[in-house]
């Protein structure tokens, strides 16, 4: 469903960098599964594939302007759900390679500073002089706006290059087969 999901279509076809998230986050969580699944890891190739994560997560962080704050809960979710005091070494390892991926980033962000959230600024209604509560409501609305039927089925989003125009952001037959379990 995924290569004909009008979203993904969309998106490859305008070359938005976004689309390649997905290759990097993928080959992280192979990493993951490898590192932490298989049963004929050495030491040494386990922290190998770990190596290989976090160089993976650290560098999908440069594939879209949200990857930063993904890549970091990434990390942080593998730390947690596979934390073992024996595997220290290794998460250590993870932590240095991903680390190592951002030191480009982190040079840019200290050479250009606010370079990185300046679009944030712009269309974020967060530092807009408005109560917390209408803040809270607005988000609510959007949120929830962005998972109602109108949006997904009928009509999608009216930004020309986060959808195509025809019907929503899922085709009928890939929603139907969502609600079928298939």
Known sequence: P???????FTFSRLSFEVISQLSFVSIAFLAIWLAFHQQTNSKITKTLKLIICGLFIGISTYTYSTASLLSAMLI??????????????NFLA???????????????SLNNPGALT???????FIYEAIPLVEKVKIFL????????????????????????????????SVFVLFILGR
């Open 141 to 172: 609305n959007n949120y929830f706006s962005n998972w109602s039927l109108d949006f997904l089925i009928l009509h999608g989003d009216r930004n020309l290059r986060h959808s195509t125009g025809v019907g929503g952001m899922v085709f009928i």
């Open 118 to 124: 300046s679009r944030f600024h712009e269309i974020s």
């Open 2 to 8: 995924v290569t004909i999901s009008p979203q993904f």
């Open 76 to 89: 942080a979710s593998v730390l947690v759900i596979y934390f073992d005091k024996k595997n220290w070494l």
């Open 94 to 108: 993870l932590i240095i390679s991903y680390m190592a991926a951002l030191i480009p980033y982190t040079f840019f």
